[in-house]
């Protein structure tokens, strides 16, 4: 697991992630599965599209979720 990618839901992130957190959390994430931190010119970019697909999927995947009770405490 990437230790390094913070969770984006609430209540760990008190409002909706933005794309710019999404985005780093993809690109974490391809970075561990590849295991290039910079990919080389000639995989530039297979690498930049897998962090595009990771990152609209992260995003689907956070506008789907429904998390009960988050409601409730921001309310408070």
Known sequence: MCRSIKT????????EATEEEIRAAALQYVRKVS??????AHNQEVFDRA??????????????LEVRGAAARRAD
């Open 35 to 40: 295991g290039f931190r910079a990919p080389a």
């Open 51 to 64: 962090v595009d697909t990771v990152a609209r999927a992260t995003a689907d995947l956070l506008t789907g």
């Open 8 to 15: 984006l839901r609430p209540p760990v992130l008190p409002e």
